[in-house]
């Protein structure tokens, strides 16, 4: 039994929930502010997504790690260095001279912030009673999903009412509470005892290799058109045997830094699997619909920040239903209802035009919200049920590491898809607009009547009726291609449905532990 049944198990969620708000929102917190950045520090905004880029790295080889640091050095004292670390580091940021120290300084955070989100999750599945878990996974899951999506409100907001700075020093006071909380309230359980093992260093060097890698390439990959540069081909190459020697190296040691056995479990693997696409649908969808508000229907970055809210408004509202419905419902039916509502809502967001209004963009976002906050907790659910609590931390790890490499997966793919279907959609609808079509002469004597009309010269106004007709051209085929992807999205939902089937059902709320 754990030492601390005395304590009350909700000030332990709200001390393990901000530390990890606080690593979830600085992944997307940023974003907002990089052409700040690039400005100030006197570099290009290629070269400011490196901001981006070392954070993302550094958390993703820590991640699957953190099992092995909690037995290693246990499991209370790793939660307060991570966040003694990225608390400094935070600071560190903020006063930044430069890029190349910013840039160092958030490779420290993203390292000391990785074994947040699988500690805390281990955390808490101690703290509640079995009977209790769903609820608590319902509240931690509900930061979790708010986070990434408040992110470039209080990014945008920050920095334009302060300075760039200000979004790395909001994490100081978060970071001082969760210390202080965590000091006095979270201690190990009896079961895991500090224990020194060998260190599989050729494990450490091939995890960090791959990840490292991969998450380059596909940050790069799009600004460097991809396998036409051998900077690229070379990082992939390497990612993939990479991963290669990792699995076989950690297949047989006999003490692994990652424990690759857990995915004996078919009901585990088909979970992560599932998690896995779960990353690539959302973030995809989450990066494309700022860039579609932005750049074709005209919102400035915070109100395109403040549009994306509702998404966290139906989240929400359905975090704290699903908690209750844990152990009520069959889980299974649950996570498909999730993703049938999470498929609708995208194929919805797919039927928008260049005449979209605010609403329009609300309501799929709402009940996209809803159906997310039906398949997150859930799918841990079942994922984690056959788990025993000794390799929970593990799984956990693996199961977090596996969404975050979907979601970068999925970023790196829809820009790539979009920036292509945008090129050849324009040369589609480019090849109808012809001097001889009755309707683009009258499209062109209109814009060029109305910028004689304005007092340009005849040439001028010409040229400017050119430049409007092709203008109309690039929106609609940008509309197209997003609007063609999200269903593209969508209908990937739908196909995730039969895995379900593989999954067994969970024995009891048990086995709930928040992986999201």
Known sequence: MSEHKHVNPWIVAVA???ATFMEVLDTTVVNVSLPHIAGNLSATIDESTWVLTSYLVANAIILPMTGWLARNFGRKR?????????TIASLLCGLAPNLPLLVFFRLVQGATGGAMQPLSQAVLLEAFPPHERGKAMGFWGLGIVVAPILGPVLGGWLTDTYSWRWVFYINLPVGIASLVMTKLYVF???YLRQEASKIDYWGIGLLALWIGSLQIALDLGQERDWFSSPFITALVAIAALGVVAFIIREWMSSE???DLRVFKDRTYSAGVFLMTTLGFVLYGSLVLLPIMLQTLLGY????AGIAMAPRGMGSMLGMPIVGFLIGKVDSRL????????GAGTLIWLGQLNLNAGYWDIFWPQFWQGLGLSGIFVPLTTISMDRISREKMGNATSLFNLMRNLGGSVGIAMTGTMLARQTQSYV?????NVDAYSPTTRTAFEAARSGFLAAGADMTTATQRAYAALFGSVQQQATMVSFVTLFRMLGVIFLFLLPLILVMKKPRSAAGAVAAH
């Open 334 to 341: 649950m996570v498909a209802v999730g993703l049938i509502m």
């Open 188 to 190: 190990d359980p009896a």
């Open 16 to 18: 393990v929930m901000f």
């Open 427 to 431: 040369n589609v609808y480019g090849a």
């Open 78 to 86: 790793l939660l307060m260095t991570s966040v003694t670390g990225f």
């Open 300 to 303: 400035p970055s915070l109100q």
């Open 256 to 258: 692994p830094i990652v």
